[in-house]
């Protein structure tokens, strides 16, 4: 079970730092994902780490703006939203990969069986 928390409202230019929490199962040897959608929209990756956090991915759009990091003993990833633009609105959702202990930071939504049930993100101009 995935938990993610710190969404909000926040104006253009703010910060946000999103948190997922991963309840049972073996969080260590999975690699993450946060991933975004609006009303009517496909849901698309944000961010990912690998299980090692040693390859992580991020969308063009995000690059240079946010972060992801994991926690392993926390058994929680995070995402550190930075400069946040109002297309950045949405909800976040965090994912944990199918794969596990491949090192590969993962991009596609059917490479990730748990979900969480995400968090409202939203910035105002």
């Known amino acids: 079970q995935l938990q993610a928390s710190g969404g909000g409202l926040v104006q253009t230019g703010d910060s946000l730092r999103l948190s997922c929490v991963v309840i049972g199962g073996t969080f260590s040897s999975y690699g993450m994902g946060w991933f975004r959608q609006n009303p009517g929209k496909e849901r698309v990756a944000v961010a990912a780490?690998?299980?090692?956090?040693?390859?992580?991915y991020f969308a063009d759009s995000v690059k240079g703006r946010f972060t992801i990091s994991r926690d392993n003993t926390q058994n929680s990833v995070y995402l550190q939203m930075n400069n946040l633009k109002p297309e950045d609105s949405a909800v976040y959702y965090c994912?944990?990969?199918?794969?596990?202990?491949?090192?590969?930071?993962?991009?596609?939504?059917?490479?990730?069986?748990?979900w969480g049930q995400g968090t409202q993100v939203t910035v105002s101009s």
């Open positions: 780490i690998s299980w090692t956090g040693a390859n992580t």
């Open positions: 994912a944990a990969d199918r794969h596990p202990l491949g090192d590969i930071a993962r991009t596609e939504t059917y490479d990730y069986n748990d």
